[in-house]
């Protein structure tokens, strides 16, 4: 073959990917993900040869995203807050909304100590992220899923982060209680279908993805199960749907009428989180 540099492969995959009206960004992605790099490592390695293996793992890889797998599956790992997380299509890919609850959570500034819980963790990004920037606190992270757990449990232990990690719907095999309870639920409803992209619908899990009741379901479940597991200023923190703002505030409101609930809103200007301090 053509001698196939670093620079060539990447212009032939922003041509290719343009030409099939996808993201040209995954490019770069693509490439730094198969080698390891950061963007200015990329420059760096512009003239690099590729090995007639590496450009066929990256061409394969390019064509697998035209054809809408996402490429954070394709190369098995995804960053979030800085942090490289491994992912598969047992787990929903970490968004950047989800940073910023976890922001939130690190702004109110836990005690020193402090005892959370990560219901729902997936590849544990919330739960993980928050003891890898602070080490002091003590993180259970629980999710229905076992394939999911699993895959949170490498996270952890390829992060260096002391965990205990509980398989169980909810509350399931809970014990004890909790200083931060924090929650990324399922909460698209079945309607809202038609207002997501087709590679999240084709290969995102659907157990991470839809809840009935309008997408309130947990949330429900939530404010109904969760008292016997919080402390006396325990914090909740949840992420939710666009749309849902307004009834998950109230829902908490009503079932907690002493609690404090205030609404958040992303970057993009839409109703992302919700806090409730008891």
Known sequence: MDKITVFKAQQWAFS???KHQKEESAAELLLCGQFGWDTTQLLMHYQDELSTKEWNLFKQNVEKYCQGWPAQYLLGQAKFFGLDLKVTPATLIPRQETEELVEWVLADEPKKGAKLLDIGTGTGAIG????HERPDL???LSDISSEALAVAKVNAANLKTE???????LFENITGQFDIIVSNPPYIAENERNLMDESVLLHEPKLALFAPDNGLYLYKRLAQEIAPYLTSKARLYLEIGFAQGASVVALFEKTFPQAQVDLKYDLSGNARMVRVEF
Do not use: C, P, R
């Open 128 to 131: 993980l992220t928050l003891k």
């Open 138 to 140: 003590d993180v259970t």
């Open 163 to 169: 965990v205990k990690l509980k398989q169980g719907d």
């Open 16 to 18: 290719f990917i343009n």
